[in-house]
C-alpha cells in the first residue's frame, strides 16, 4: 500500500471514531471518477477508516485491494431493468457494513443507493459526486440529493446550480480532482532506455515535435480536429507527429476505421500513430512538444491539462468547461476558442516556436483532493 504523503496525513482532523465509507460506482475499468474512487478510498484507509466500494469489477480492483479497501462485485450501473433487480442484494449489503457514509459517484448507482438506505437505522449520510456535464432532468438530478454534492470544478457547480434552481449553494462544494506531483514530477525527462524503446515501437514519431493527444476512442475527445490541425502544419511546412494516444478500445472499431480514412484523406499517414491506452503516459507527455485537449463539447474537468502542465509541458486546448477553466489559471497561453481551426493552427505554431514558461504546480494535487474529502466526511458525521 502506497504510503500517505505528509501534507496530507498533517492536515486531517482527528476523527471523533473510525468511518464506514461505501462508494458507488457501475464498474472499476477507467476514467475519472473510478480514479477518484481509489484515491479517497486509499485515503480513507491511511487516515484509519474503513473503505468499500461496491461496483461490477474491473482492472482497476487490484489496485483498489492493494491499498487496502475492500470490494463488493454488484452490477450498479447498467442501464437495464435487470440493475434494480440489485436493490434487494445492495440494500442486504449495506445493512451487513452498517456504513457511516454512501457516497454515489454516477446516476444509476445513486437512485440505487438512495432506494437502498431508505429505512435503514442509523441511515447512513448520503454524498454524491457530479463528475460529468450530464443531461440535466430527473435521472441526472439524483446526484443533486445528496446532504453534501461535491463538483470537481467550479465550472460543474456553475451549471448544476443553473439548471438546478432548487438545490441550495451551500450544500455544493468545489473539490477538484488532483494528481500527485511525485507521479508527475516537475521537468521530469524519461531515461534513454525508454526513449529508444518508444521511438523503436512507434518509429513515425521520431524526428519531429510530437503532439499528443490522449483520450478514449469516443468522438467527443477532438481526434479529427487533432489530425486536421497536424495537417494545417503541414500545409504551413510545419514538420510535426501526432499520437492518438488511447482511441484504440474494444467495440471502438468503426470509429478508428473512420479516423484511419480521415488520415489517409488529409495525406498524413506517415505522420499519425494511433494507440491503445498506456501505463507510461507520463513519459510519453514528457517528451511531447504540446499536449493536446480538443473536446468538442465541454468537459467536467480536464486531468490531462494538470498532470502535463506538472510535468512542465505546454498545453493547447480548447477554452471550454473545466479544461477552459484549468487553462485560463494555469496556462493562457494555450487557450483556443473551440472549434477555431485557424486560431487553433497559428497558436500550435507559436507554441511549438517558443511556449511561455510553466511555474511547479501550486495546486490541482491528489492531497489536496483527499484532504477536502475527508473533511467533509469528518463534517457531516459529526453534526
Not at 434487494?88 to 444509476?108: K, M
Not at 457530479?130 to 440529493?145: A, D, E, M
Not at 509541458?313 to 489559471?329: D, F, M, S, T
Request: glycine content about 8%; hydrophobic content about 40%.
Amino acid at each position: 500500500m502506497k504510503a500517505a504523503s505528509p501534507e496530507l496525513m498533517s492536515s486531517l482532523a482527528v476523527p471523533a471514531k473510525p468511518l464506514t465509507v461505501v462508494q458507488l460506482i457501475p464498474a472499476l475499468n477507467a476514467g475519472g471518477a473510478e480514479r477518484s474512487a481509489l484515491e479517497v478510498g486509499r485515503a480513507l484507509v491511511q487516515a484509519g477508516h474503513r473503505s468499500v466500494v461496491i461496483s461490477a469489477g474491473g482492472r482497476m480492483v487490484e489496485q483498489l485491494l492493494d491499498d487496502g479497501s475492500e470490494h463488493v462485485s454488484l452490477e450498479l450501473g447498467r442501464k437495464s431493468m435487470r440493475t434494480l433487480a440489485q436493490l434487494p442484494a445492495l440494500r442486504r449489503v449495506l445493512r451487513e457494513i452498517r456504513p457511516d457514509i454512501v457516497h454515489a459517484r454516477s446516476r444509476l448507482p445513486a437512485w440505487l443507493g438512495w432506494w437502498a438506505i431508505k429505512g435503514m437505522s442509523p441511515r447512513p449520510h448520503f454524498v454524491t459526486t457530479v463528475h460529468g456535464l450530464n443531461s440535466p432532468g430527473r435521472y441526472s438530478s439524483i446526484l443533486l440529493r445528496g446532504e453534501r454534492v461535491v463538483a470537481v470544478s467550479q465550472t460543474m457547480r456553475d451549471y448544476v446550480l443553473s439548471h438546478y434552481r432548487w438545490l441550495e449553494p451551500s450544500r455544493v462544494r468545489v473539490i477538484p480532482r488532483g494528481i500527485d506531483p511525485a507521479a508527475f514530477p516537475y521537468g521530469h525527462r524519461p531515461d534513454d532506455a525508454w526513449q529508444k524503446k518508444f521511438f523503436s515501437e512507434f518509429p513515425t514519431l521520431f524526428g519531429a515535435p510530437l503532439l499528443t493527444l490522449p483520450g478514449r476512442g469516443t468522438r467527443l475527445k477532438g481526434h479529427a480536429d487533432a489530425i486536421e490541425l497536424l495537417a494545417d502544419l503541414k500545409r504551413r511546412g510545419i514538420e510535426a507527429r501526432l499520437l492518438l494516444l488511447g482511441v484504440i478500445e474494444p467495440g471502438r472499431e468503426a470509429y478508428v476505421a473512420e479516423l484511419k480514412e480521415l488520415i489517409r484523406l488529409r495525406g498524413v499517414t506517415s505522420q499519425v500513430v494511433l494507440s491503445p491506452p498506456r501505463h507510461d503516459v507520463r513519459d510519453i507527455y514528457a517528451v511531447s512538444a504540446l499536449v493536446l485537449q480538443l473536446s468538442n463539447k465541454p468537459e467536467s474537468f480536464g486531468r490531462t491539462v494538470v498532470e502535463a502542465l506538472a510535468l512542465c509541458r505546454p498545453v493547447l486546448g480548447y477554452a471550454h468547461g473545466g479544461v477552459g477553466e484549468l487553462l485560463a489559471e494555469l496556462y493562457p497561453a494555450g487557450r483556443v476558442s473551440p472549434g477555431d481551426r485557424e486560431r487553433l493552427v497559428e497558436r500550435a505554431a507559436e507554441l511549438l516556436r517558443v511556449s511561455p514558461p510553466i511555474s511547479p504546480l501550486q495546486s490541482y494535487r491528489l492531497a489536496d483532493m483527499q484532504k477536502a474529502t475527508l473533511s467533509l466526511y469528518d463534517e457531516i458525521t459529526r453534526h
